[in-house]
């Protein structure tokens, strides 16, 4: 049997049912070695993504509801997370951003398959950023800048000082070498740190 990355799956459901059915397609799987992680609630996913890495999000999309702004949070604390919601049939459009759907229908392949998709964009985003070794924090700092915020709004943003962000300014410069905040954000939107429609004019 060919040794396989572990794949950590965060699993935000609140039916026992869908819960067991996903862990079941998930373990069963011969193309995935997963690692699933139920949690109840956003608060308890934060807890997780803070002290485990995790590469999947699938999750009920009635838990976002009225809480755009902690999933916004998340996905740019989290650049590499992906986020599959379950599609019940009853919901028109999710109010949640997210990279796939998986239908209540879907057979268990079509669901590994999606997954493994999740995955490998996940894995090429990663070795697009450690191309040019950009800490997380620099990244966040980069994105900042390249929405345009002074080095004190970032600051504040991330809760650190205004010394540090000048520091992460100084190191993005010197690895990516480049000065300007067009050519910052021509870079960020290359290497897929920011999405076009993401940025802040």
């Given amino acids: 049997m060919q040794n396989r990355t572990p794949i950590h799956i965060a699993l935000l459901e609140t039916s026992r049912i869908i819960c067991e059915g996903i862990q079941a397609i998930l373990y069963q799987s011969p193309e995935l070695d997963a690692r699933v992680h139920r949690v109840e609630d956003l608060e308890e996913l934060g807890e997780l993504l803070e002290n485990q890495s995790t590469d999947i999000l699938i999750a009920s999309p009635v838990h976002f509801v009225n809480r755009e702004k902690e999933i916004n949070s998340i996905r740019k604390e989290f650049p590499t997370l992906s ?6 049939g009853v919901m028109r459009q999710s109010p949640l951003p997210h990279d796939a759907t998986l239908s209540l229908y879907d057979t268990p392949d079509h669901i590994v398959q999606s997954l493994l998709k999740l995955v490998n964009k996940n894995r090429l ?3 697009m950023h450690q ?9 966040e700092v980069l994105t ?9 709004e970032i600051a504040e943003q991330l809760n ?7 520091r992460h300014r100084k190191n993005i410069t010197t690895k990516t070498g480049i000065r300007s905040q067009s ?15 993401d940025i802040e004019i």
Avoid: M
Wanted: charged fraction near 20%; include cysteine.
């Fill in 144 to 152: 900042g800048v390249v929405n345009g915020l002074l080095n004190k």
């Fill in 160 to 166: 650190i000082s205004v010394h540090t962000v000048v």
């Fill in 131 to 139: 191309d040019d070794n950009l800490t997380k924090r620099e990244i």
């Fill in 183 to 197: 050519g910052l954000t021509i870079y960020a939107i290359s290497k897929k740190i920011v999405n076009i429609e």
């Fill in 125 to 127: 985003f990663c070795k």
């Fill in 83 to 88: 986020i599959a919601v379950i599609d019940y």
